[in-house]
C-alpha cells in the first residue's frame, strides 16, 4: 500500500501563486509516475500534470502549460507542483496521484492506483 498526504493548498488572488506538495508513504519502492489531477465543484475530475520516474519526463494540460511545474524528490519520496498565475478558473480540489504500472508521465487516470485525500485551491478574482 501507498499512502499520499497532500499540503500547501489555500485561497490565493488572481495572478498569484501556491506550492502543492504531495508526500508519499509506505511501499513507496513501487511507485513509479505520479500526478495532479483536479476536480471543480460539479464537474468532472481532470488532469493537470504528470512525472515520470525520471524528473526530467513531465507533461501538463493545455490549460496549465507554462504556469504550472512539476518537479519530484525520489529520495524524499515527494512531488510537488509550483502553480504561478494563478486563475479563478483554477479553483478546485486537487489530487495527488500514484502509479505503481508505469514510470512514465501519463495523463490517464485509470493508470494511477494510488490518490491522496484531496487539497482545495480557492483563486479569487
Known amino acids: 500500500q501507498v499512502q499520499l498526504v497532500e499540503s500547501g493548498g489555500g485561497l490565493v488572488q488572481a495572478g498569484g501563486s501556491l506550492r502543492l506538495s504531495c508526500a508519499a508513504s509506505?511501499?513507496?519502492?513501487?511507485?513509479?509516475?505520479m500526478g495532479w489531477f483536479r476536480q471543480a465543484l460539479g464537474k468532472e475530475r481532470e488532469f493537470v500534470a504528470a512525472?515520470?520516474?525520471?524528473?526530467?519526463?513531465?507533461m501538463t494540460s493545455h490549460s496549465v502549460k507554462g504556469r504550472f511545474t512539476l518537479s519530484r524528490d525520489n529520495a524524499k519520496n515527494t512531488v510537488s507542483l509550483q502553480m504561478n498565475n494563478l486563475r479563478p478558473e483554477d479553483t478546485a480540489v486537487y489530487y495527488c496521484?500514484?502509479?505503481?504500472?508505469?514510470?512514465?508521465?501519463?495523463?490517464?487516470?485509470?493508470?494511477?492506483?494510488?490518490w491522496g485525500q484531496g487539497t482545495q485551491v480557492t483563486v479569487s478574482s
Open positions: 496521484a500514484a502509479s505503481t504500472m508505469t514510470d512514465v508521465a501519463i495523463s490517464a487516470m485509470g493508470i494511477y492506483n494510488y
Open positions: 512525472i515520470g520516474w525520471s524528473a526530467d519526463n513531465t
Open positions: 509506505g511501499r513507496t519502492v513501487s511507485v513509479y509516475a
